[in-house]
């Protein structure tokens, strides 16, 4: 069974470094069909892609966002690791992260989301 | 990055009745690979979103017949055949054409019962 859980702050300052965690079970990250990407979905808004790691350690970044983030994961600990820098109000958002197929070019197991607000 | 846009943006729909959202790209999404790596993405409310179809009309595991989805190139319908109660929620589009480079996700169609 394939699960992804994200953890992580509840709350940030302005300003301040988010690392949000992505722990997956059911499968492994050194598995070259799979990869892990990042999702955040601002309240009432549409989802936006963030950031991928693929089994390889080969990364990926949204373009308006690459500055700020950094995806890292730890295979033996079945963790993949997001960190966006100088958190502002309009980072407010459930953060996902979803399991990639490399063959099909889907996200197709996700992760029940964390909201992270952004606030002093 | 390619655009996606997707109308409508809501959709009012009676119980039985069919549903269809129109999802266009800014590019088209044929890959060099030969393959349109066009997504819809079902997001009940409160709850992450669930992949429905993948390349164009293929249904992932355990979605129900009544969803289909069609299209070529930059247009894309997803059709509801029948919507029942638990179709409630908002509809994406999403492509992976461009990966690695980036996944776009359409605005969102919001369905709900008349």
Known sequence: QVTLKESGPVLVKPTETLTLTCTVSGFSLSNARMGVSWIRQPPGKALEWLAHIFSNDEKSYSTSLKSRLTISKDTSKSQVVLTMTNMDPVDTATYYCARYVVVTAILDYWGQGTLVTVSS | DIVMTQTPLSSPVTLGQPASISC??????????????????????????????????NRFSGVPDRFSGSGAGTDFTLKISRVEAEDVGVYYCMQATQFPHSFTFGPGTKVDIK
């Open chain 2, 24 to 57: 266009r790209s800014s590019q088209s999404l044929v890959h060099s690979d030969g393959n349109t790596y066009l997504s819809w993405l079902q997001q009940r409310p409160g709850q992450p979103p669930r992949l429905l179809i993948y390349k164009i009309s």
